[in-house]
């Protein structure tokens, strides 16, 4: 194993108050490619609100990149991959599974809309992609700490955003490719923690460097054999009313570090 890693969803105080279950989710895996290199993969999704289905866009779009990244892995990333290909056939992958959901039961495609956050590490590589709103943070071995990876995408009024459902979501996806780079650190959030994760008195936004250290160092000081221990300690701090009362809505957050 390369990779500590932990990721934990909590429902948000609004949803609770009308028995509204969360409808964030989240995966992610560590695998050995074809090459014998592993690759970490993390995936977030938020599901719309005023979507009839949008919980499940957002589990559907986090499993469909999952299973898209683990069979590239198998094939075999090339030498010199063209990994902003590799982002857009991934979303490309995500729309049509969600699609044909929706086909299948007879709905609309924007029912199960979705925001949609990737992260692929392999080798001395990182790729990163987004629509909507939520962020990366990440950190590779270039000395300058911890990076927001693409400024939250929110949409033209407030409270709006993008989704993967969207006519033009491919116009609209966000990449960003770090190459010949060792990926160090990676968290990746919904909405519901951007007020406490990020700093807006700057365009763009910087991470809050002592929030993200601490989560980091949890993680590092637990990652072995002590999984269900750190899901829980993860699961409390999004729970906690220093959390909940700066937002009400669903969390996810999801936290990757590369062990020496």
């Not at 392999?122 to 000395?143: R, S, T």
């Not at 072995?224 to 909940?244: A, K, M, P």
Request: hydrophobic share 45%; net charge negative; with cysteine.
């Amino acid at each position: 194993m390369t990779w500590a890693t932990v990721a934990a969803s909590s429902v948000g105080v609004s949803h609770k108050h009308v028995n509204k279950p969360c409808e964030d989710c989240y995966c992610v895996r560590e695998r050995v490619a074809a090459s014998g290199w592993p690759v970490l993969s993390m995936f977030v999704a938020d599901g719309a609100g005023s979507a009839a289905r949008g919980a499940d866009g957002a589990e559907r779009a986090v499993h469909t990149a999952n299973l898209f990244i683990k069979r590239r892995a198998e094939e075999g990333f090339a030498l010199l991959e063209d990994w902003e290909s590799v982002a857009f056939d991934c979303v490309n992958e995500v729309r049509a599974r969600i699609f044909r959901q929706a086909d299948d039961l007879g709905l609309r495609h924007k029912d199960f809309a979705t925001t949609f956050l990737g992260a692929v590490c392999y080798m001395n590589v990182a790729l990163f992609m987004q629509i909507g709103d939520g962020a990366i943070v990440f950190e590779v071995d270039n000395g300058l700490g911890l990076q927001l990876a693409i400024p939250p995408m929110h949409g033209e009024y407030a409270n709006s955003t993008h989704f993967v459902t969207d006519d033009n979501a491919l116009g609209i996806l966000r990449t960003r490719v770090f190459e010949h780079r060792k990926p160090l650190h990676v968290a990746m959030f919904t909405d519901g923690l951007e007020r406490l994760a990020l700093d807006f008195r700057n365009a763009p936004p910087l991470p809050h460097q002592p929030f993200f250290r601490r989560l980091f160092d949890m993680l590092l000081a637990k990652q072995h054999g002590r999984e269900r221990e750190l899901y829980t300690d993860l699961l409390d701090f999004l729970d906690c009313d220093n959390v909940n009362s700066r937002t009400d809505d669903d969390k996810t957050l999801a936290l990757a570090c590369r062990m020496a």
